[in-house]
């Protein structure tokens, strides 16, 4: 095969029931250019593993499968998962040929045959890389019932700077194409940090802002025994709550953007700060929050377990940081991201509007 112009990510484990329709919605895009499938698995134990040689057999100048030792028959939880998930991705990254890199979930599949043309052309015309990524929607799907529902807000085509993305915007890294930073002999993954699917964008973003197309072109299915789903929703918050700190590591001038990007999760750990249960899900995260000298998020976290002075400075602090949070926002949300924000609030009502009537 020519030198690939994308490299398609994609990471599995016991995923045997969607690995055709994953490699044959990679393997039906239409390009003029060619694209190199990776695939990466966790040590399935379900014949995914089989399914992957069989498909590499079949397209051996296109597809590349690597497999990861793993003990039979052991469960990973929490950061165990995650170092693995890290482990798998950043081996994929390593060896990635392509100009482009598109990372991708091995239970998930694209449902638009262009999405690679389409982003690859508009990183080609950013011949100044103002963009490190092209991204667009996607598309929740429950494959009991066929539904599918938006993943994000209906925002129109925009071109964003790194702040304004990070303070606001969410892109799913399945429909990202990021630029191979690799290729100029830069390793994203130096910084340590947990790369789960926010942080993954973010360390592409010192390097450029992202450019959206509003098309939805991924399916993400969900699965109740998937990784997000096997957290709980404090835990989720958590991780997300961390970001504030792990950010630092990587690029250091998008602190206010990370405020307002991880508001709503502080929020919401802080009202529930007393709540025995929060206590006990965060315990298993304390070292990841030690770690990053997350000192705000550990006294919210584990309240319960604080003396009388940390919990007092607790409940002093957080409305502190919550009034900086809207001064930042203040400043971060100038008119074009009021705009888009604006713009997808109306459409938002709108549909609300029209689907009552009927």
């Given at each position: 095969m020519q030198q690939p112009k994308v490299s398609v990510l994609i990471s599995f484990y016991n995923l045997a029931p969607y690995v055709d329709q994953t490699m044959e919605s990679v393997l039906a895009q239409k390009t003029d250019f060619p694209v190199e499938i990776l695939c990466a698995d966790d040590g399935s134990e379900d014949g995914t593993v089989e399914l992957l040689h069989g498909w590499e057999k079949r397209y051996p100048d296109r597809v590349r499968v690597f497999v990861m030792d793993r003990i039979p028959g052991k469960k990973y939880e929490g950061n165990e998962r995650i170092q693995r998930m890290n482990a798998i991705r950043g081996r994929l990254f390593y060896e990635a040929k392509g100009r482009y890199v598109c990372y991708l979930d091995g239970d998930?599949?694209?449902t638009d045959d262009r999405k690679l043309q389409k982003q690859a052309d508009i990183l080609d015309a950013d011949t100044a890389h103002r963009y490190v990524a092209c991204g667009h929607n996607g598309c929740y799907y429950?494959?009991?019932?066929?539904?599918?529902?938006?993943?994000?807000?209906?925002?129109?085509?925009?071109?964003?700077?790194?702040?304004?993305?990070?303070?606001?915007?969410?892109?799913?890294?399945?429909?990202?194409?990021?630029?191979?930073?690799?290729?100029?002999?830069?390793?994203?993954?130096?910084?340590?940090?947990?790369?789960?699917?926010?942080?993954?964008?973010?360390?592409?973003?010192?390097?450029?802002?992202?450019?959206?197309?509003?098309?939805?072109?991924?399916?993400?299915?969900?699965?109740?025994?998937?990784?997000?789903?096997?957290?709980?929703?404090?835990?989720?918050?958590?991780?997300?709550?961390?970001?504030?700190?792990?950010?630092?590591?990587?690029?250091?001038?998008?602190?206010?953007?990370?405020?307002?990007?991880?508001?709503?999760?502080?929020?919401?750990?802080?009202?529930?700060?007393?709540?025995?249960?929060?206590?006990?899900?965060?315990?298993?995260?304390?070292?990841?929050?030690?770690?990053?000298?997350?000192?705000?998020?550990?006294?919210?976290?584990?309240?319960?377990?604080?003396?009388a002075l940390s919990r007092l400075w607790c409940e002093i602090e957080n409305p502190f940081w919550f009034f900086v949070t809207k001064v930042c926002r203040h400043y971060i949300w100038k008119p074009h991201v009021r705009a888009l924000l604006e713009e997808a609030r109306a459409k938002t009502e709108k549909g609300s509007a029209e689907a009552w009537k009927i």
């Open positions: 998930d599949f694209y429950w494959e009991s019932t066929g539904r599918t529902q938006p993943i994000e807000k209906p925002v129109r085509e925009c071109a964003l700077t790194a702040r304004e993305y990070w303070s606001f915007f969410y892109i799913h890294t399945n429909a990202m194409m990021f630029r191979n930073v690799g290729l100029q002999g830069i390793d994203p993954y130096t910084s340590g940090v947990q790369i789960i699917d926010n942080m993954l964008t973010y360390m592409f973003l010192p390097y450029g802002g992202v450019y959206y197309l509003p098309d939805c072109m991924f399916n993400y299915r969900q699965i109740e025994g998937s990784t997000y789903h096997r957290r709980s929703v404090y835990q989720n918050y958590i991780l997300n709550a961390l970001m504030l700190y792990q950010q630092k590591t990587i690029l250091r001038g998008l602190f206010g953007a990370g405020l307002v990007r991880t508001v709503y999760e502080y929020t919401q750990l802080f009202e529930n700060r007393r709540d025995p249960k929060l206590t006990e899900e965060a315990k298993t995260y304390l070292p990841n929050i030690d770690r990053y000298r997350a000192g705000r998020l550990r006294r919210i976290v584990n309240y319960n377990n604080e003396n």
